[in-house]
């Protein structure tokens, strides 16, 4: 197994590997996983997001690369609407 599908794989990587690919654990860390750091074999830091932050599903597909976002009130009519709606 090469370097990057064992990094792709794992929540623990040492520090030379969280040196290596931080951009990577960090898009990882952002998309709701917790990435725990090791030197010397032995826990030491932990990587996640910030509490808060929007936690995104994983995506499959044809999207897996895209970043979808809708608004919270996205479903609610303005009052433009108010008379077809009664």
Do not use: C
Request: aromatic share 10%; glycine share 6%; net charge negative.
């Amino acid at each position: 197994m090469n370097e990057h599908a064992k990094l792709a794989n794992a929540n623990t990587v040492s520090v030379a590997e969280a040196k290596a690919h931080f951009s990577e654990l960090l898009a990882r860390a952002a998309n709701g996983e917790t990435i725990h750091i090791t030197k010397h074999g032995k826990p030491y830091v932990s990587l996640e997001a910030e509490q808060g932050q929007k936690q995104f599903l994983p995506r499959v597909g044809a999207f897996k690369h895209v970043r979808l976002w809708m608004a919270d009130d996205f479903d609610e009519l303005g009052p433009e609407w108010d008379e077809y709606v009664k």
